[in-house]
């Protein structure tokens, strides 16, 4: 039960990164301390895409959930469960990696164009 729970957890954290990676811009150009964090994770992000490597909270989710139920075909909450379906969409690789670059260019543009204003 415990297990379930925390991974339940981790599937939340990995969607709000996301969320954060795609619209932290918006709050980093009004606080240096979150510009930094959220270049940072865009770099980390885009390293793990280009390298083709899985996110360490991918990792975790897998290892809770099978702590918690190997055999379970649903693991999960209702609400978790969909938002593993927005978190792991089934897209070809190369567009995963376009999207990436998009959304770095987008945040640079953002950062560059504050900065000008």
């Known amino acids: 039960m415990v297990y ?15 969320t954060f990676l795609i ?5 980093g150009v ?12 865009l770099f980390f992000a885009t390293i793990v895409e280009l390298s083709d490597w899985y996110c360490p909270l991918t990792y975790m ?4 959930k099978s702590k918690s139920e190997p055999t379970a075909v649903y693991t999960g909450s ?11 969409i089934e897209t070809p690789r190369y567009l995963v990696i376009i999207a990436t670059v998009m959304l770095c260019a ?3 543009w953002a950062y560059l164009s504050k900065k000008e204003r």
């Open 61 to 64: 989710e897998v290892w809770l």
């Open 23 to 27: 619209f932290g811009a918006f709050l």
């Open 30 to 41: 009004r606080n240096r301390a979150i510009r930094i964090f959220h270049i940072s994770g």
């Open 106 to 108: 987008f945040n640079l």
């Open 78 to 88: 209702f609400i978790v469960h969909y938002l593993e379906k927005i978190i792991y």
């Open 4 to 18: 379930k729970a925390l991974a339940d957890i981790v599937v939340l954290t990995h969607f709000l990164w996301i």
